[in-house]
């Protein structure tokens, strides 16, 4: 796997794998049905191979691909070694497209209004303008949801994940009360996938499938991250917010542009949230210095039903 | 077994009750059932169609669940401490009320624990507890405190009725086979030797010098459930002792009422006498004081910093569009209610005495659910971006149908106790009389005190 070659390789193989994923999902875009869940077999999905040929491959073998669980519990409990993954969001990018959204729901077949991904209006003060927080896991070093759990099933790896194992979760729910971010969520409800997802082999890396009565929440994608490919929030991104990469790499990248890890940090002024918490965040942000859209770009154009969750906030703001 | 005139006397009061479970028990009997029923059926719609049919969502993760799980454990205190410091003390005017009060602990003790295991979302793996423990975990804390204080309060609660058994046993009771056979089992073969007397002894003032500890552990680790968390209005220093203190003021409550029941419903006035009313109003008083006092010193320290996530939840506790009738609801009938009215000799009756530890019992019950939900329903980070449907807890009738179906076994269990054992305890009276004959105080005393 090259995932587990060390630092020697690993940069250049993870900016050439970046690339080859980029292109997976520019694929899949034009093909759009060929990477839901349900494909007829035999269908033909071109790809372009990271040498520059087109290439045709049966869609039923990239489904396949898609949420193989290639590793065992185990493995899915140590994590892949060498790595530290982290993430750098540009907050100067985001207008709530919620592309981020959608993507993360589709690809872990939660359905609509099960967001691991939430965009938050934040506003730091009165005088200060508000701006748009995408919030997903922040996989912190210092866990406190991991500490509260009675059973050991929500872990941290050495890569810096924190995953939940759902076939242990006895849905206490104490990991929710303790996460001062608001980041889990839980199945109240027998939760609606399709059936071969239903019965596929559950693993905390894929967190497919869903089950009643646990919690779950943002997994970095670490079964993506194995095959070199990016978080699908990173890669539906349409403004580059995300970068995702690998701190002992010191390599992020958003799918346009790879960069460097400290040398964005140092240049952007990034922080991590509520450091006064002493949680330690993998996720860093960068500061809304500059930014692209007018906040309002964000709100305009959302439905209804979601424009309603950010009313309160947005009649604050025109003030 | 011999019995003295005054273990005589206190047992032909209530040898009636323990004969007969007569027309009316079984009244109440069938009564609380319905209810138990009602709360059985709501369980089942639980575990079927999953917690979604409960309030409880993503941000306020707990609800009535909780708090009627801290209230439980709270009430059970009645015994374990009560009763247990009261022994350690050798107070002699105990000895009628211990058995009400060791029951209180076990049956609470029973009930409690209950509520946590309907928030668990997957009961089918309960014992994962036991095969992945955490011991790092503060419900893993929970999990061992609350086992090791149940076996100790029925060790206790046991070791108190031992004798009163072999009374029941050597009886010739008109009462079924099968109670008999029950309680000469039961008695395990005491016939009052002097070896057997004291093991008794022994064992007693060991049970009651370990009860009071595992007693402090066990709410002081429940508080940490959410005093360990990093959650404004629960990350709090004192939620260890606050949550001890609010215990055994509300099982003192709780003794209170269970011994005006039990003193209308069987005649026992002159075994629960007005004395005990007052002396168990005078530690209710005292401990209502200590408790106002840490809720002030807890809410004043909060207020006056006014650091910006306490703020938000104390903005929903005092403003009257929120929770701000029931946080004054919850520190008038649950603190300053009861002093006044112990503290006023005027005031000092049974009848009042009992009534205000109602309205204590109530209104820390309240208190429970106001430490539980406006935290949960204060995230640190806004509450935006989630289904609207979310954002505010409201109990539906499923947890309304569990909470009433446990107070229901909490009735029903004391009444099958009470016609099982005789609630104030024969054995306890010695030769020399009955506590009610030898008043510790004469009525002056008492009101001057």
Same mark, same amino acid.
């Given at each position: 796997m090259k995932e587990?070659?060390?630092?020697?390789?690993?940069?250049?193989? #993870?900016?050439?794998?970046?690339?080859?994923?980029?292109?997976?999902?520019? =694929?899949?875009?034009?093909? =759009?049905?060929?990477?839901?869940?349900?494909?007829? =077999?035999?269908?033909? !999905?071109?790809?372009?191979?990271?040498?520059? @040929?087109? !290439?045709?491959?049966?869609?039923?073998?990239?489904?396949?691909? @898609?949420?193989?669980?290639?590793?065992?519990?185990? @493995?899915?409990?140590?994590?892949?070694?060498?790595?530290? #993954?982290?993430? !750098?969001?540009?907050?100067?990018?985001?207008?709530?497209?919620?592309?981020?959204?959608? =993507?993360?729901?589709?690809?872990?077949?939660?359905?609509?209004?099960?967001?691991?991904?939430? !965009?938050?209006?934040?506003?730091?003060s009165e005088n200060a303008p508000p701006y748009w927080f995408p919030k997903q896991c922040f996989h912190c070093d210092n866990p406190p949801c991991v500490k509260v759990c009675p059973v050991d099933a929500t872990y941290k790896r050495q890569d810096g994940l924190v995953l939940i194992d759902n076939e242990r979760c006895i849905g206490c729910k104490f990991c929710m009360a303790a996460c001062p971010y608001s980041t889990r969520v839980f199945n109240w409800n027998e939760p609606e996938m399709p059936f071969d997802i239903q019965h596929a082999v559950s693993n905390p890396e894929t967190n497919i499938p869903a089950k009643v009565g646990t919690v779950e929440k943002c997994d970095f994608c670490p079964d993506r991250a194995r095959v070199g490919l990016l978080p699908p929030c990173v890669e539906a991104c349409p403004n580059g917010v995300f970068y995702y990469g690998d701190e002992n790499e010191d390599t992020v990248s958003n799918g346009d542009e790879t960069l460097g890890f400290k040398q964005l940090i140092k240049d952007r002024a990034g922080y991590r949230f509520m450091e006064e918490l002493g949680t330690k965040p993998r996720v860093y942000y960068l500061p809304p210095k500059d930014r692209q859209f007018p906040v309002e770009r964000g709100y305009e154009n959302l439905p209804d039903k979601i424009k309603a969750r950010y009313k309160d906030a947005m009649e604050g703001t025109e003030k | 077994?011999?019995?003295?005139?005054?273990?005589?006397?206190?047992?032909?009061?209530?040898?009636?009750?323990?004969?007969?479970?007569?027309?009316?028990?079984?009244?109440?009997?069938?009564?609380?059932?319905? +209810? *138990?029923?009602?709360? %059985?059926?709501?369980?089942?719609?639980? *575990?079927?169609?999953?917690?979604?049919?409960?309030?409880?969502?993503?941000?306020?993760?707990?609800?009535?669940?909780?708090?009627?799980?801290?209230?439980?454990? %709270?009430?059970?205190?009645? %015994?374990?401490?009560?009763?247990?410091?009261?022994?350690?003390?050798?107070?002699?005017?105990?000895?009628?009320?211990?058995?009400?009060?060791?029951?209180?602990?076990?049956?609470?003790?029973?009930? %409690?624990?209950?509520?946590?295991?309907?928030?668990?979302?997957?009961?089918?793996?309960?014992?994962?507890?036991?095969?992945?423990?955490?011991?790092?975990?503060?419900?893993?804390?929970?999990?061992?405190?609350?086992?090791?204080?149940?076996?100790?309060?029925?060790?206790?609660?046991?070791?108190?009725?031992?004798?009163?058994?072999?009374?029941?046993?050597?009886?010739?009771?008109?009462?079924?086979? +099968?109670?008999?056979?029950?309680?000469?089992?039961?008695?395990?073969?005491?016939?009052?030797?002097?070896?057997?007397?004291?093991?008794?002894?022994?064992?007693?003032?060991?049970?009651?010098?370990?009860?009071?500890?595992?007693?402090?552990?066990?709410?002081?680790? &429940?508080? +940490?459930?959410?005093?360990?968390?990093?959650?404004?209005?629960?990350?709090?220093?004192?939620?260890?002792?606050?949550?001890v203190l609010a215990a055994i003021y509300s099982g003192t409550g709780v003794l209170i009422m269970a011994m005006w029941v039990y003193r209308k419903m069987y005649g026992l006035q002159s075994y629960l006498t007005d004395k005990h009313f007052i002396y168990l109003g005078y530690i209710m008083m005292v401990l209502g004081a200590g408790y106002g006092y840490f809720t002030f010193s807890e809410y004043l320290t909060g207020w006056f910093a006014s650091e910006k996530w306490e703020s938000e939840v104390l903005e929903k506790l005092f403003n009257p569009a929120k929770y701000g009738w029931w946080f004054l609801f919850a520190n008038v009938a649950g603190i300053l209610l009861p002093?006044?009215?112990?503290? &006023?000799?005027?005031?000092?009756?049974?009848?009042?005495?009992?009534?205000?530890?109602?309205?204590?019992?109530?209104?820390?019950?309240?208190?429970?659910?106001?430490?539980?939900?406006?935290?949960?329903?204060?995230?640190?980070?806004?509450?935006?971006?989630?289904r609207i449907e979310y954002v505010k807890y409201t109990a539906t009738w499923v947890e309304w149908a569990?909470?009433?179906?446990?107070?229901?076994?909490?009735? &029903?269990?004391?009444?099958?106790?009470?016609?099982?054992?005789?609630?104030?305890?024969?054995?306890?009276?010695?030769?020399?009389?009955?506590t009610a004959e030898q008043p510790v105080l004469n009525e002056n005393e008492i009101a001057s005190a």
């Open positions: 587990l070659e060390t630092n020697d390789n690993g940069r250049r193989d #993870f900016i050439k794998t970046v690339a080859l994923a980029t292109v997976a999902t520019a =694929a899949c875009g034009t093909l =759009a049905s060929s990477c839901s869940s349900k494909v007829a =077999a035999n269908e033909k !999905v071109k790809l372009l191979s990271p040498d520059g @040929e087109i !290439v045709e491959i049966d869609s039923s073998y990239l489904n396949y691909q @898609e949420h193989l669980a290639i590793v065992s519990k185990l @493995e899915a409990r140590q994590g892949i070694a060498g790595k530290k #993954f982290v993430m !750098v969001v540009d907050l100067s990018r985001c207008k709530d497209a919620r592309k981020c959204i959608s =993507a993360c729901q589709k690809w872990h077949y939660r359905p609509e209004d099960r967001e691991w991904l939430t !965009v938050k209006l934040m506003r730091d | 077994m011999e019995l003295n005139k005054y273990q005589q006397e206190a047992f032909d009061k209530q040898r009636p009750v323990i004969e007969n479970f007569g027309k009316k028990t079984w009244a109440w009997t069938i009564f609380f059932m319905a +209810w *138990i029923l009602l709360g %059985g059926y709501a369980l089942y719609l639980q *575990i079927t169609k999953g917690h979604g049919i409960t309030g409880m969502r993503d941000n306020v993760v707990w609800g009535l669940y909780i708090a009627n799980f801290i209230f439980f454990i %709270g009430i059970s205190y009645a %015994g374990a401490v009560i009763s247990g410091i009261l022994h350690i003390l050798k107070v002699e005017w105990r000895k009628p009320i211990i058995r009400i009060a060791e029951m209180i602990t076990v049956i609470a003790t029973i009930i %409690g624990p209950v509520y946590i295991l309907l928030c668990v979302g997957r009961l089918d793996r309960l014992h994962h507890l036991f095969i992945y423990p955490r011991l790092q975990s503060p419900i893993t804390w929970d999990v061992l405190a609350i086992s090791t204080y149940f076996t100790g309060s029925v060790i206790f609660l046991y070791l108190a009725l031992i004798k009163d058994f072999a009374i029941y046993r050597d009886a010739k009771l008109n009462i079924p086979k +099968w109670k008999q056979k029950l309680y000469k089992i039961l008695a395990i073969g005491y016939r009052g030797t002097h070896s057997q007397n004291r093991h008794i002894r022994i064992s007693t003032n060991l049970m009651a010098i370990m009860i009071v500890p595992l007693a402090i552990i066990v709410h002081s680790v &429940l508080s +940490w459930i959410f005093g360990m968390t990093l959650r404004p209005g629960w990350h709090s220093t004192i939620f260890g002792p606050y949550f002093i006044v009215v112990v503290a &006023l000799p005027k005031t000092r009756t049974p009848n009042l005495i009992a009534l205000v530890s109602l309205f204590m019992v109530i209104a820390l019950w309240v208190k429970r659910y106001l430490i539980i939900v406006p935290t949960l329903e204060s995230p640190l980070l806004p509450m935006q971006d989630t569990l909470t009433f179906g446990g107070i229901a076994t909490f009735f &029903l269990f004391f009444t099958l106790m009470s016609k099982f054992v005789t609630v104030i305890p024969i054995s306890e009276f010695a030769n020399k009389g009955t």
